[in-house]
């Protein structure tokens, strides 16, 4: 729990840093924000879950709906610390009528039926059967060793064995309070058991005890035994780390989710700007037969899109404001050559950083000869563009290949089921 309260704090800090720094570190604040509140929420869980619950009653199922088992974990002082116990919380009792019709049909069952694969009790070589209960589940069976060394409580013998002895097992046949026990005796090799276990024996005795009591509604739990103190705790499934892991989840989504959008701005700009190359190489080849030089043309086009703009009457285009960006840096004293190569590294495209090297070219050495470069420039870009609206047709086609063969399944079968119909008739 602390750890989990240790890794919330920080990404708090981290969160609150973040937000000081502004509005560019949005996306880390939130991940972060996330992931601490992920780190509180499994310090809650991980806190719920091992907290004490001192005196504790467990209430039992109605009649006819069977017992059931509860986990927990005891704290004893000076013997034990967080030892799990398992408890049974059998269901609400019958009327005594009912109990003996169930005990006497199971009395007959439970003989044949113990011995498992043994030949007989007297012999007894391989492991006990041990039903849990019988006449379909209307009968409990409990079963108690005089020494559990040498069979388990599942019957299991086991392989530690020194010497032949004798072992007392008791089944005890419980029908809603109704008892009958069945003994038999095998060999075994006798163990002692340690304090932990002995104590634990103790706690289940009473415990069993209290399971006899008829028409409780509740099992109330030992709080002492001998004088030592018990704390229970309810064994649960922590899902702390599984709160964590989810956040942390959900923080990776997010910030995948975020370069997914990044990457697509990307390429629907790339795809915009490379569209409208053919348009901009030909108004500049226009413009420069005309007479204009390239710098009165670049001007120009970037003031008739900026003007377009102001009046609304076109959407934005990224290769035009990139326009406008280097006639403005070329009026804050940018030099002419330095800002149309920087126009070419914006872009980031390969036709733009062409475009770039003949005007800077163009601007150099004089513009003779530039307006045949920049027509044929435009014939290339516009083949390039009816390339790319091919392409761009074909997978808009195959995206459509799968609806349009549903709706063809579903004409055949619309055509067909009744004419099969018919044919049955």
Same mark, same amino acid.
């Given at each position: 729990?602390?750890?989990?309260?240790?890794?919330?704090?920080?990404?708090?800090?981290?969160?609150?840093?973040?937000?000081?720094?502004?509005?560019?570190?949005?996306?880390?604040?939130?991940?972060?924000?996330?992931?601490?509140?992920?780190?509180?929420?499994?310090?809650?869980?991980?806190?719920?879950?091992?907290?004490?619950?001192?005196?504790?009653?467990?209430?039992?199922?109605?009649? @006819? =709906?069977?017992? $059931?088992?509860? *986990?927990?974990?005891?704290? #004893? &002082?000076? +013997?034990? %610390?967080?030892?799990?116990?398992?408890?049974?919380?059998?269901?609400?009792?019958?009327?005594?009528?009912?109990?003996?019709?169930?005990?006497?049909?199971?009395?007959?069952?439970?003989?044949?039926?113990?011995?498992?694969?043994?030949?007989?009790?007297?012999?007894?070589?391989?492991?006990?059967?041990?039903?849990?209960?019988?006449?379909?589940?209307?009968?409990?069976?409990?079963?108690?060793?005089?020494?559990?060394?040498?069979?388990?409580?599942? @019957? =299991?013998?086991? $392989?530690?064995? *020194?010497?032949?002895?004798? #072992? &007392?097992? +008791?089944? %005890?046949?419980?029908?809603?309070?109704?008892?009958?026990?069945?003994?038999?005796?095998?060999?075994?090799?006798?163990?002692?058991?340690?304090?932990?276990?002995?104590?634990?024996?103790?706690?289940?005795?009473?415990?069993?005890?209290?399971?006899?009591?008829?028409?409780?509604?509740?099992?109330?739990?030992?709080?002492?035994?001998?004088?030592?103190?018990?704390?229970?705790?309810?064994?649960?499934?922590?899902?702390?780390?599984?709160?964590?892991?989810?956040?942390?989840?959900?923080?990776?989504?997010?910030?995948?989710?975020?370069?997914?959008?990044?990457?697509?701005?990307?390429?629907?700009?790339?795809?915009?700007?490379?569209?409208?190359?053919?348009?901009?190489?030909?108004?500049?080849?226009?413009?420069?037969?005309?007479?204009?030089?390239?710098?009165?043309?670049?001007?120009?086009?970037?003031?008739?899109?900026?003007?377009?703009?102001?009046?609304?009457?076109?959407?934005?285009?990224?290769?035009?404001?990139?326009?406008?960006?280097?006639?403005?840096?070329?009026?804050?004293?940018?030099?002419?050559?330095?800002?149309?190569?920087?126009?070419?590294?914006?872009?980031?495209?390969?036709?733009?950083?062409?475009?770039?090297?003949?005007?800077?070219?163009?601007?150099?050495?004089?513009?003779?000869?530039?307006?045949?470069?920049?027509?044929?420039?435009?014939?290339?870009?516009?083949?390039?563009?009816?390339?790319?609206?091919?392409?761009?047709?074909?997978?808009?086609?195959?995206?459509?290949?799968?609806?349009?063969?549903?709706?063809?399944?579903?004409?055949?079968?619309?055509?067909?089921?009744?004419?099969?119909?018919?044919?049955?008739?």
């Amino acid at each position: 729990m602390y750890w989990y309260m240790a890794g919330a704090v920080v990404c708090l800090l981290a969160a609150g840093k973040l937000h000081l720094r502004g509005v560019k570190k949005k996306k880390g604040m939130q991940i972060a924000l996330i992931l601490a509140g992920g780190f509180l929420l499994a310090a809650l869980t991980s806190w719920a879950d091992s907290a004490e619950t001192g005196e504790k009653q467990v209430v039992r199922t109605a009649p @006819g =709906q069977g017992s $059931q088992e509860k *986990e927990f974990r005891i704290d #004893v &002082e000076g +013997t034990l %610390e967080n030892y799990p116990i398992t408890i049974e919380v059998e269901e609400r009792k019958l009327t005594k009528e009912q109990r003996q019709s169930c005990l006497e049909q199971a009395k007959q069952e439970l003989e044949w039926s113990l011995k498992g694969e043994n030949a007989s009790l007297d012999q007894v070589t391989r492991p006990l059967y041990l039903p849990e209960s019988l006449q379909e589940g209307a009968v409990e069976v409990s079963y108690q060793f005089s020494d559990y060394d040498i069979i388990n409580t599942d @019957g =299991q013998l086991q $392989q530690d064995l *020194e010497k032949p002895t004798l #072992v &007392e097992v +008791t089944a %005890e046949l419980i029908c809603q309070g109704e008892i009958c026990i069945y003994q038999i005796w095998v060999r075994v090799v006798p163990r002692e058991k340690n304090q932990q276990e002995q104590f634990v024996d103790k706690i289940k005795s009473i415990v069993f005890a209290e399971n006899q009591r008829e028409n409780a509604e509740c099992l109330t739990l030992p709080m002492d035994v001998e004088g030592i103190k018990i704390f229970w705790k309810e064994e649960t499934s922590s899902i702390s780390f599984l709160i964590l892991l989810l956040a942390a989840a959900l923080a990776v989504w997010l910030n995948v989710r975020e370069k997914e959008k990044e990457k697509q701005k990307r390429e629907e700009q790339a795809q915009q700007m490379l569209m409208d190359y053919s348009g901009i190489v030909g108004k500049l080849a226009l413009l420069l037969g005309a007479g204009m030089n390239i710098s009165n043309a670049w001007e120009r086009i970037a003031f008739t899109y900026r003007k377009n703009r102001e009046n609304k009457e076109i959407e934005l285009r990224y290769a035009y404001e990139e326009m406008l960006g280097t006639l403005y840096e070329i009026r804050d004293g940018v030099g002419e050559l330095q800002a149309y190569e920087n126009f070419g590294r914006r872009c980031q495209l390969g036709v733009y950083r062409r475009l770039s090297a003949l005007i800077i070219q163009n601007v150099r050495k004089g513009s003779k000869g530039m307006q045949k470069l920049l027509e044929e420039e435009e014939w290339e870009a516009y083949e390039q563009r009816k390339v790319r609206a091919r392409q761009a047709g074909e997978e808009a086609g195959a995206k459509l290949l799968l609806p349009m063969g549903i709706m063809l399944v579903i004409v055949l079968v619309i055509l067909v089921v009744p004419a099969g119909m018919t044919l049955n008739f």
